[in-house]
T-cell receptor
Framework: DAGVIQSPRHEVTEMGQEVTLRCKPI?????LFWYRQTMMRGLELLIY????????DSGMPEDRFSAKMPNASFSTLKIQPSEPRDSAVYFC????????????FGDGTRLSIL | GENVEQHPSTLSVQEGDSAVIKCTYS??????FPWYKQELGKRPQLIID?????GEKKDQRIAVTLNKTAKHFSLHITETQPEDSAVYFC???????????FGKGTHLIIQP
């Protein structure tokens, strides 16, 4: 099992640029979650999908953030335009079907907005 | 929404001693409580979890207890080893909300 795969691992870009983060969940998992980790705010849920459908996006900080899951094996988190305060580590996690199943995290994308 | 408080923020113990980390949650509908270990620059890794129909769960040197009435749960690590040094996060979910709400983390330091 390859685990949750995220790309890129690191991204450095200038403010105002569009940033796209990618995630491939574990095969067979039907729930996918995007989290953000910062020193100040810790680990925060941004959005999650069940069976490719967005269920709760109340954690998305602003309209500059958007997420899609076009199929069961791929999701993107996009920031447009990016700002320095978006700098953080973004984690994707997936989970099998069923209530209270464990979430498995990817290695994260470390994003730096200059 | 759910709020999870975690204490202490830093915990230093001698190698071989026990460590206890405590969390409280606010939403009585929460019914799933995982614990994650995160080493510097790495991803959070699940080490143990407990569901609300169970009061205690143990896996070798790690145990978790849950008190639903008081809305708190704890992580216990016995016979601590240097490789236990990391940041530990508690989390809660349930009641129709699948996403995890995390505590702020505990930096566990094992002194040789």
């Amino acid at each position: 099992d390859a685990g949750v795969i995220q790309s890129p691992r690191h991204e450095v870009t200038e403010m105002g640029q569009e940033v796209t983060l990618r995630c491939k969940p574990i095969s067979g998992h039907n729930s996918l979650f995007w989290y953000r980790q910062t020193m100040m705010r810790g680990l925060e849920l941004l959005i999650y999908f069940n069976n490719n459908v967005p269920i709760d996006d109340s954690g998305m900080p602003e309209d500059r953030f958007s997420a899609k899951m076009p199929n069961a094996s791929f999701s993107t988190l996009k920031i447009q335009p990016s700002e320095p305060r978006d700098s953080a580590v973004y984690f994707c996690a997936s989970r099998p079907q069923g209530a209270n199943q464990p979430q498995h995290f990817g290695d994260g994308t470390r994003l730096s907005i200059l | 929404g759910e709020n999870v408080e975690q204490h202490p923020s830093t915990l230093s113990v001698q190698e071989g001693d026990s460590a206890v980390i405590k969390c409280t949650y606010s939403d009585s509908a929460s019914n799933y409580f995982p614990w994650y270990k995160q080493e510097l620059g790495k991803r959070p890794q699940l080490i143990i979890d407990i569901r609300s129909n169970v009061g205690e769960k143990k896996d070798q040197r790690i145990a978790v207890t849950l008190n639903k009435t008081a809305k708190h749960f704890s992580l216990h690590i016995t016979e601590t080893q240097p490789e236990d040094s990391a940041v530990y996060f508690c989390a809660a979910s349930g009641g129709g909300a699948d996403g995890l709400t995390f505590g702020k983390g505990t930096h566990l330091i094992i002194q040789p």
